[in-house]
């Protein structure tokens, strides 16, 4: 069973920047396709970010395209979102999926695995 722990949430002023990480245990995740989700109160799901297996194909929301970059070190077994240029439509509890396909999705539901979420929020 693939685990997922998320850190690096925190609060940032906007225009800053974040980085989260995604940490897997259970399975390398060599196997899998990993994502970023958020989630901002009264809102549903949406799709941040996604990177296939061995790095060479990532796909981002265009609400974050050229601001967020996402990826993995299969090695270590970690997966990474790098967030600049905040804004505080970004604030939102982020969470890491892994999906055990070749394709990335934007689609939540194609995601088997998920982490608890990492809290960002976005305030000066």
């Known amino acids: 069973q693939l685990q997922l722990v998320e850190s690096g949430g925190g609060l940032v002023q906007p225009g800053g920047s974040l980085g989260l990480s995604c940490a897997a245990s259970?399975?390398?995740?060599?196997?899998?396709?990993l994502g970023w989700f958020r989630q901002a109160p009264g809102k549903e799901r949406e799709f941040v970010a996604s990177i296939t297996w061995n790095g060479g194909r990532t796909l981002y929301a265009d609400s974050v395209k050229g601001r967020f970059t996402i990826s993995r070190d299969n090695a270590k077994n970690l997966v990474y979102l790098r967030m600049n240029s905040l804004k505080p439509e970004d604030a939102a509890v982020y969470y890491c999926?892994?999906?055990?396909?070749?394709?990335?999705?934007?689609?939540?539901?194609?995601?088997?695995?998920w982490g608890q979420g990492t809290q960002v929020t976005v305030s000066s």
């Open positions: 259970g399975r390398t995740i060599s196997n899998y396709v």
């Open positions: 999926a892994a999906r055990r396909e070749l394709f990335t999705s934007a689609d939540y539901g194609d995601y088997r695995y």
